[in-house]
Structures are given as structure tokens and as C-alpha cells.
């Protein structure tokens, strides 16, 4: 199938879900990401900041660059004049970062919180009581330039489907929790709006898990080399 007919068979997937689709072009060719742009969608994900400013030089400015791999405080200053949505924030320090750059670009940069749900150890992220810290704490209310609107998370690399859907799960509890109580909302900078999870192996299960974002790379293009 063609990439055209790719996404047409997974935004048929998606209709009865509120899960919006993010084409993961991370590795893809200009001509592929022509040819995606093509059929209408301007949602594309990126993991390697230098790949994302190459590309977002070379294509539309109606494309809407989302950062969803782990990003360094030093980086932040290349994508922060254009960046969409960062999805990877995992510390204070790189939010201070992310608001400066914001500042400097004129512009307020949104950003979800990237919450640690995996078994595994290498995944980057923070736990509940990390995220909530982060909120209480009197720098985060002076970060005008920055908005949070949502959490992301990455669940296991397993096929045992229980387990996913565990980890995504506590992801929509820590979020309904967040957003019922209206966590960090009183300094003006937070809005809880987006659930940032779900890949080619198990957006269907994240959609019906709640997911508002779904990232999608390989079950559009085919695998990676
Ligand atoms: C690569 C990547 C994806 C997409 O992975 P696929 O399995 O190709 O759909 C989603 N999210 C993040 C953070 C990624 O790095």
C-alpha cells in the first residue's frame, strides 16, 4: 500500500476516538514527507533535533513540527523558533530552557510532561511525585513563555498486550487525577488537554485508552533501516 492509503486505512481506525494521528517521519526522505504532506496531514513527529531543522528548512512552514524524542537543554535553541508541541519535557531544567528560548523567539513554546510508565530502565521520564514537584515549585509559575498542555508516555517494548495496556492506563489515571484537580492550573500556564501516547504496534489500544495523540512512524512507511 501506498503511503496515501496507509493513512487512510489508520485515520479510518482512529474516527470513533478522539486520538489525533502524528506521522513520525523520523528517517523518512523529503520525497516521503512530500508525498504525506500530499494527502493533507501537517502533524510530523521528529526524535533528532538536527533532522527536524533540516527538513523543516527544505519543506512548507504549514507543517506542524512535533518533538517527541528526548531532548538536551543545549538543543533546545534550534527547534524553538518553530517547534509545535515538545512532547519529551522530563525536567525543570530543560523546561527553564525551553521558556528562555520561548522568550527569545517571542513566542510561548507548548509542551507535555513526559511520565516514566515503562517497565524498562531505559526509557526517559518522570514519576508522579516528580511531575507534581515540578508544578508546586515557585520557578515553574515565572515560565511564561511556556505552556503545558498534556503528559506523554512510552509504554513497554513487548508484545504482552496486558502490560501495555497497564502502562497506558496509569498514564490516563495520572492525567485525569492532574487534570481533575486541576494540578498547576492557578499560575496560568497549564491546561490539561492532551494524552500523548501510542505507536505503530499499539495505537488501537491507546485510542481506546484514551489517548488524544498518537505517534506514528512504521505502520505507515514500513520498518526503519
Ligand atoms: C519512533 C517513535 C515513534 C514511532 O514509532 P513507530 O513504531 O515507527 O510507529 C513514536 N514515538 C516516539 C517517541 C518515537 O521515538
Same mark, same amino acid.
Given at each position: 500500500? /501506498?503511503?496515501?492509503?496507509?493513512?487512510?486505512?489508520?485515520?479510518?481506525?482512529?474516527?470513533?476516538?478522539? =486520538?489525533?494521528?502524528?506521522?513520525?517521519?523520523?528517517?523518512?526522505?523529503?520525497?516521503?514527507?512530500?508525498?504525506?504532506?500530499?494527502?493533507?496531514?501537517?502533524?510530523? !513527529?521528529?526524535?533528532?533535533?538536527? $533532522?527536524?531543522?533540516?527538513?523543516?528548512?527544505?519543506?512548507?512552514?504549514?507543517?506542524?513540527?512535533?518533538?517527541?524524542?528526548?531532548?538536551?537543554?543545549?538543543?533546545?535553541?534550534?527547534?524553538?523558533?518553530?517547534?509545535?508541541?515538545?512532547?519529551?519535557?522530563?525536567?525543570?531544567?530543560? @523546561?527553564? $530552557?525551553?521558556?528562555?528560548? =520561548?522568550?527569545?523567539?517571542?513566542?510561548?513554546?507548548?509542551?507535555?510532561?513526559?511520565?516514566?510508565?515503562?517497565?524498562?530502565? /531505559?526509557?526517559?521520564?518522570?514519576?508522579?511525585?516528580?511531575? #507534581?514537584?515540578?508544578?508546586?515549585?515557585?520557578?515553574?509559575?515565572?515560565?511564561?513563555? #511556556?505552556?503545558?498542555? !498534556?503528559?506523554? !508516555?512510552?509504554?513497554?517494548?513487548?508484545?504482552?498486550?496486558?502490560?501495555?495496556?497497564?502502562?497506558?492506563?496509569?498514564?490516563?489515571?495520572?492525567?485525569?487525577?492532574?487534570?481533575? $484537580?486541576?494540578?498547576?492550573?492557578?499560575?496560568?500556564?497549564?491546561?490539561?488537554?492532551? #494524552? /500523548?501516547?501510542?505507536?505503530? !504496534?499499539?495505537?488501537?489500544?491507546?485510542?481506546?485508552?484514551?489517548?488524544? @495523540?498518537? +505517534?506514528?512512524?512504521?505502520?505507515?512507511?514500513?520498518? +526503519?533501516?
Amino acid at each position: 500500500m /501506498s503511503i496515501a492509503q496507509e493513512i487512510q486505512r489508520i485515520q479510518q481506525e482512529l474516527a470513533q476516538s478522539a =486520538a489525533k494521528l502524528i506521522v513520525v517521519t523520523k528517517t523518512r526522505s523529503i520525497d516521503e514527507l512530500k508525498e504525506t504532506l500530499a494527502t493533507g496531514l501537517v502533524d510530523f !513527529g521528529e526524535n533528532r533535533v538536527q $533532522e527536524m531543522v533540516e527538513k523543516q528548512a527544505l519543506l512548507p512552514s504549514t507543517i506542524r513540527w512535533h518533538q517527541i524524542g528526548h531532548l538536551q537543554t543545549n538543543k533546545v535553541k534550534y527547534i524553538a523558533p518553530f517547534v509545535h508541541l515538545i512532547h519529551s519535557v522530563d525536567s525543570m531544567k530543560l @523546561l527553564v $530552557e525551553i521558556n528562555q528560548q =520561548a522568550r527569545k523567539n517571542q513566542r510561548i513554546i507548548p509542551c507535555l510532561f513526559q511520565i516514566y510508565i515503562a517497565q524498562e530502565e /531505559s526509557k526517559f521520564g518522570l514519576n508522579q511525585d516528580e511531575l #507534581i514537584d515540578i508544578l508546586h515549585d515557585p520557578i515553574f509559575a515565572t515560565l511564561k513563555h #511556556i505552556r503545558i498542555v !498534556g503528559l506523554m !508516555g512510552m509504554a513497554s517494548f513487548t508484545e504482552h498486550i496486558p502490560q501495555i495496556k497497564k502502562e497506558f492506563q496509569s498514564l490516563k489515571t495520572l492525567f485525569d487525577h492532574v487534570k481533575t $484537580e486541576k494540578i498547576g492550573e492557578a499560575t496560568g500556564l497549564v491546561n490539561w488537554e492532551e #494524552i /500523548s501516547m501510542g505507536m505503530s !504496534g499499539d495505537y488501537l489500544l491507546a485510542a481506546e485508552l484514551g489517548s488524544t @495523540l498518537v +505517534r506514528i512512524g512504521s505502520a505507515i512507511f514500513g520498518p +526503519r533501516a
